[in-house]
């Protein structure tokens, strides 16, 4: 229902599209341009999925719908097999699924998503790998490990390493094994360089500074530097992590209340708060920071808090519980009313109203549902009973602001239907010309990667610095110089969004056509 959004989703649909389309699955290319940021496995992935599904939204997002599956899945099969059981599993997968953070980036097309599975992998398969006997056993879960390892190097670099070294290796000196920090790399060390040095070497000999940007600028720079993109004080994820986990995050006071009690005599426990804590330590740390970037902690975080309500119900206290609960049920009603008298922009398209009004309708319907799961969680006298009614809750909102935010989104981040509505300016002799912002998607929608580059170069800087692509870049005056050279006989087109056009139109020559519509603007010349 909901076209891609500008500029992420949109990017992380055309780089496997220029890869099915040139051939060259080893160098990621954006707008035809080199693009080092990251690694080719996300690439490969979207890749695989557009060629099975065919170039729409959905193939974009279905690996990371996969992924924000197989990481429920994995964490299904920890609290299964170590913690309380298929009951206590049953709630922290679906308190993991109806976190909001989760949920929003589980229909988003990001690389975060993908990293999170292959690190949820990597520690799943450690902690198993812990906790078997057999030595059959042990060496398979320690390769799988190195598998997850070197997939998820693949996708997002040197981060695959850092952070099971981080967890595993507090977790191991916990536990006074400090000797494994030294024997047990060994075997998937050797899995990572069988899986991903192969990848690494072709990459060198197509193009031999990738390893110099990608891991001084993405890496080195992007942690330490004082003028990194996205800075963010140290404190910027204890107030993301926490809202992320919304509804859940008001049981957590009973779920902590739990995990107090016996915290130490837990060996999942321990792991878990390692893999939580280090981690966030890390991020935080770190000079580049963005919300999307601890979404691996949800794992650790839904696991500690399905094992922390169990143990609180386990003491027989429901105070905190249903103090949570009311909490829950007052935000449900809340939201009720701002939704039931939000006054809504008068919009020209009369059917695109009576879908607003719908969604307000599910918005409303929705949450009544949340607000009534809530009175059954408290007047319910079982645990289990309890814990389903909060799982129930959100999922019909969550299902609201989805559908509500196809269309909202239509309004604000999605150009297809504009550049649809006047695909008819543009033939093959065309020159497009675009600022970076709104670049990535008209190169999908198009399906071109020759275009031009406007004014700021943004997130291309890097692709443009190359002798061999410099031309791409436009500043006005060459911008002028190119529709004085081409316009006679090949059109110029220029596609950029509207915040952009207010702030640079005046510098721009005045066009044979203008076109003006949610946000986008589209000049012929």
């Known amino acids: 229902m909901r076209g891609l959004h500008v500029p992420d989703e949109t990017r992380y649909a055309e780089i496997p599209r220029e890869m099915i389309a040139s051939g060259n699955w080893v160098v990621p290319h954006l707008a035809g341009l080199r693009y080092f940021e990251k690694p080719s496995m996300g690439y490969w992935l979207n890749a695989i999925s557009i060629k099975t599904f065919g ?103 040197f981060l695959a390493f850092v952070i099971p070294i981080i967890v595993i290796g507090p977790f191991l000196l916990l536990e006074k094994k400090w000797k494994d920090i030294v024997v047990l790399p060994w075997l998937p060390l050797v899995v990572v360089v069988l899986i991903a040095v192969p990848w690494g ?40 992590i926490f809202g992320g986990a919304a509804p859940w995050v008001l049981l957590f006071p009973a779920a902590i209340s739990g995990l107090v009690r016996s915290w130490s005599k837990d060996l999942l426990v321990k792991y878990a708060l390692c893999w939580l804590i280090f981690p966030f330590l890390f991020f935080s740390a770190a000079s580049g920071k963005l919300g999307t970037y601890i979404l691996p902690l949800y794992v650790p975080l839904m696991l500690l808090f399905a094992i922390g309500i169990w143990k609180y119900f386990e003491g027989q ?44 309708i599910l918005m409303c319907g929705s949450l009544l549902f949340w607000l009534i799961m809530m009175i059954k969680a408290i ?35 999605d150009p297809s239907r504009f550049i649809a509505e006047h695909i ?55 911008f002028k110089e190119l529709i004085e050279v081409n316009g006679a006989e090949n059109p110029v087109v220029l596609f950029v969004g509207d915040h952009r056009y207010r702030k640079f139109g005046v510098d721009l020559p005045a066009p044979k056509k203008k076109y003006i519509k949610n946000g986008y603007v589209l000049l012929v010349y």
């Open 379 to 413: 007047k319910s006298e079982t645990t289990i009973k309890s814990l389903a009614y909060c799982c129930l809750a959100p999922v019909f909102f969550f299902l609201a602001i989805a559908v509500g935010a196809s269309q909202a989104h239509i309004l604000n981040h």
């Open 55 to 157: 170039e729409n939204a959905f193939a974009v997002r279905f690996p990371t719908v996969l992924a924000a599956g197989l990481s429920a899945l994995m964490l299904f099969f920890l609290l299964m097999k170590f913690g309380g059981g298929r009951k206590q599993a049953f709630i922290g997968t679906s308190a993991f699924l109806t976190s909001i953070l989760v949920f929003l980036l589980g229909i988003y097309s990001v690389l975060d998503g993908m990293l999170a599975v292959m690190l949820t992998g990597a520690m799943t398969s450690f902690f198993f790998f812990y906790r078997a006997e057999e030595r059959k056993k042990k060496i398979i879960f320690l390769v799988l490990f190195g598998l997850f390892c070197a997939f998820a190097f693949l996708i997002k670099g």
């Open 317 to 360: 206290g429901r105070k905190l519980f249903n103090t949570g609960v009311v909490f829950s049920g007052l935000l449900a009603a809340v939201l009720f009313f701002v939704f039931l008298f939000l006054p809504l922009e008068k919009i020209e398209d009369v059917s695109f109203s009576k879908y607003i009004l719908l969604v307000r």
């Open 201 to 240: 070497i072709a990459i060198h000999l197509q193009e031999s500074d990738f390893w110099n940007y990608f891991f001084w600028e993405e890496h080195v720079a992007r942690f330490m530097s004082k003028t990194a993109d996205h800075r963010e004080p140290f404190w910027y994820y204890i107030p993301v």
């Open 424 to 478: 008819d300016e543009i033939d093959n002799n065309s020159i497009v010309v675009s600022d970076n912002y709104m670049g990535p998607a008209v190169c999908w929608y198009l399906k071109r990667d020759d275009i031009y580059i406007l004014e700021s170069k943004g997130e291309l800087k890097y692709g443009l610095s190359y002798e061999d692509a410099k031309y791409r870049y436009l500043t006005f005056e060459t």
